[in-house]
Each structure stands twice: as structure tokens, then as C-alpha cells.
């Protein structure tokens, strides 16, 4: 990534709405959410490039961070003005579709990128002259369907996908003119997904993020940084489809690591010292594994079944 490139996170916190996946409720779901930034920060600094994390709260994350003796993370606070409907799940997520229509304005830079705070930015990532996205349809289409999921997303969109695609929302680049192409999309999509969020599949910023690359792939490339290795989404637990393994994603420059908060959570304190970050995941999620290989899946059965175990290698 050259140094032009200004790289952001969202944590958005609504103690109303405080209902975030995969921290256990006796975790501080702030402070994990604080560390893992942090982490995203000093692997970003180490490769030259500025991170910043955005907020609607920028005093009570300031606390937060003197409280975890963190001084190196940049916080800036954004006035949200979306309406997301109370209680929907991953609601506080749905403001990085705002963060597109703030970036479109070029006041965060001409050229950036929105990533997902439990990630690991291990590599530095190619800029493309193309709006950057991350496509995983091979990881959803398995759980739901592609009939079912191209139908929402035609719903969104108001109109046929015939090569109907699902992209990750920890992920997207590119330069402040892409991203006001791809806010309008979004900004058409919002209200269809509103009115029809008692009927979608799926709830949640990639719903909408989706429809809109669907959009705006029909007049305008979207480079796949996953085709390309560059970016990868890895579960240390059950899924519905057969991922890759470990070993075959841990090059990518950019590892999202959904179910692991409060492992990347550990690394700014630890820093990894006794082992480069990588083997030191693996070490975790062996741990886990065993665990899992002695306690049965809960409902193995059935149709929509999480049934494939994860592998590192």
C-alpha cells in the first residue's frame, strides 16, 4: 500500500444496540473492539500506512483507550445521520454504508479504504485503478442458495442480476470519485432494503453493499482482491461451505479473522514476541480445534447445518 493510501475502521457503538457476534457476553465488547484496532494500527504503522479509527463516540473510545494505556490510535469522530432500524442485526455495521457516501466527498482522502477492525494487515496491498472489493458468493451461495440470494439482491437493486454476486464488507478501496459512483448505488438500494427487511435472506451492511457492487459492476470494473489472494475471510469454526485452509489464505495481505476478537485483541499488549503472529494463531486455533473435535456440533443435522470443520492445513 503507498503511503497515499489513508486506511479506515468503523466501531460504532450504541449501547442500545451493543449486540456484536462472536465476543462472549462477558467480554467488554468496546475494549476488544479498541484492541483490535489498535493491533490493525501498528501492523498498518509498520508498513507505512495511516490508519484511522471513526466514530460516533469519540470521547467515550477515548477513555476507553487511556483505560488500556493505548496513546498510538487515531480516533475521529463522524456525525451518522443513517437511519438503521433498531435492533437489526449487526446494526451498528450498517454505518459503514454511510462511511462510502463520506468518502465520496474526498475529505478522507482521494484515495482510501474501509476495512474491518478484526483483521490482520499483514502485507502491503496493490492499489488498483479499479473500485477494490472482496466477492465471496462461493461462501454464501452454499448456505442459502444462489436462487434465494440473487432474488434479494434483485430486490435491492430494483432490477435482474443475472451474474448476481455477494461481496464481504470487510473490505473495499478506491479512489473518492469510485466511491461516489458506488454511494448513489447504495443510496438507491437503502430505502428497497428498509421496506423489505422483514423478507431478505440476510441482514446487515453486505446485504446492501452487494445489491450496489452489482450495480456498479454493470458499467464499472470491481477488482476482486480475493481472485487475486489478496484478501481473505478465514473461521476458526464450523462453517456451512468448504473453505480453504490455513495454510492456503495466510499469505493473503489482508486476513479477516471473524471468529478470533479476542485473540487479535491480545497481540497489541503481547505483540507476538515469542511467535511471528501467524504461528501464533496457529497455536490458538489448535486449541480450538481439539476442543471442538471433543464436544459434538449442536444440530449437525438438518439442512442448514454448520457441517464442515475448519482446517489448517
Given at each position: 500500500m503507498p503511503p497515499e493510501v489513508k486506511i479506515y475502521g468503523l466501531l460504532y457503538f450504541d449501547p442500545e444496540n451493543d449486540r456484536h457476534v462472536n465476543i462472549s457476553s462477558r467480554q467488554k465488547t468496546i475494549d476488544i473492539y479498541l484492541l483490535c484496532a489498535a493491533n490493525c494500527s501498528r501492523l498498518l504503522r509498520d508498513l507505512g500506512v495511516s490508519f484511522t479509527l471513526i466514530t460516533n463516540n469519540r470521547t467515550l473510545?477515548?477513555?476507553r483507550l487511556l483505560s488500556l494505556?493505548?496513546?498510538?490510535?487515531?480516533?475521529?469522530?463522524?456525525?451518522?445521520?443513517?437511519?438503521?432500524?433498531?435492533?437489526?442485526?449487526?446494526?451498528?455495521?450498517?454505518?459503514?454504508?454511510?462511511?462510502?457516501?463520506?468518502?465520496?466527498?474526498?475529505?478522507?482522502?482521494?484515495?482510501?479504504?474501509?476495512?474491518?477492525?478484526?483483521?490482520?494487515?499483514?502485507?502491503?496491498?496493490?492499489?488498483?485503478?479499479?473500485?477494490?472489493?472482496?466477492?465471496?458468493?462461493?461462501?454464501i451461495f452454499p448456505r442459502y442458495g444462489r436462487d434465494v440470494v440473487v432474488r434479494d439482491l434483485e430486490i435491492l437493486a430494483g432490477k435482474g442480476l443475472p451474474d448476481g454476486?455477494?461481496?464481504?464488507?470487510e473490505f473495499v478501496m478506491g479512489s473518492a470519485d469510485q466511491f461516489r459512483v458506488l454511494a448513489e448505488f447504495i443510496n438507491e438500494c437503502w430505502p428497497r432494503?428498509?421496506?423489505?427487511?422483514?423478507?431478505?435472506?440476510?441482514?446487515?451492511?453486505?446485504?446492501?453493499?452487494?445489491?450496489?457492487?452489482?450495480?456498479?459492476?454493470?458499467?464499472?470494473?470491481?477488482?476482486?482482491?480475493?481472485?487475486?489472494?489478496?484478501?481473505?475471510?478465514?473461521?476458526?469454526?464450523?462453517?456451512?461451505?468448504?473453505q480453504a485452509t490455513f495454510k492456503d489464505v495466510r499469505n493473503a495481505a489482508l486476513l479477516h479473522l471473524?471468529?478470533?476478537?479476542?485473540?487479535?485483541?491480545?497481540?497489541?499488549?503481547?505483540g507476538a514476541n515469542k511467535f511471528p503472529i501467524l504461528d501464533a494463531y496457529e497455536r490458538h486455533v489448535r486449541?480450538?480445534?481439539?476442543?471442538?473435535?471433543?464436544?459434538?456440533a449442536y444440530g449437525l443435522l438438518g439442512r442448514l447445518a454448520k457441517r464442515f470443520m475448519p482446517r489448517l492445513s
Open positions: 473510545l477515548t477513555e494505556s493505548i496513546s498510538s490510535l487515531q480516533v475521529l469522530e463522524y456525525r451518522f445521520t443513517l437511519s438503521v432500524p433498531a435492533g437489526v442485526p449487526f446494526y451498528s455495521a450498517h454505518f459503514k454504508l454511510e462511511l462510502c457516501n463520506a468518502f465520496a466527498s474526498g475529505d478522507f482522502g482521494k484515495y482510501v479504504a474501509l476495512i474491518d477492525i478484526d483483521t490482520l494487515p499483514l502485507r502491503s496491498l496493490p492499489v488498483s485503478e479499479h473500485l477494490s472489493a472482496y466477492e465471496i458468493s462461493d461462501q454476486r455477494w461481496y464481504g464488507g432494503y428498509v421496506a423489505n427487511i422483514g423478507a431478505v435472506h440476510h441482514l446487515g451492511d453486505e446485504m446492501v453493499l452487494s445489491a450496489a457492487l452489482n450495480l456498479y459492476s454493470e458499467k464499472h470494473r470491481v477488482a476482486d482482491y480475493g481472485a487475486s489472494g489478496h484478501v481473505a475471510r478465514w473461521w476458526s469454526s464450523r462453517t456451512f461451505n468448504k471473524p471468529a478470533d476478537k479476542p485473540f487479535l485483541a491480545t497481540l497489541v499488549r503481547n486449541s480450538k480445534l481439539l476442543l471442538r473435535s471433543l464436544i459434538p
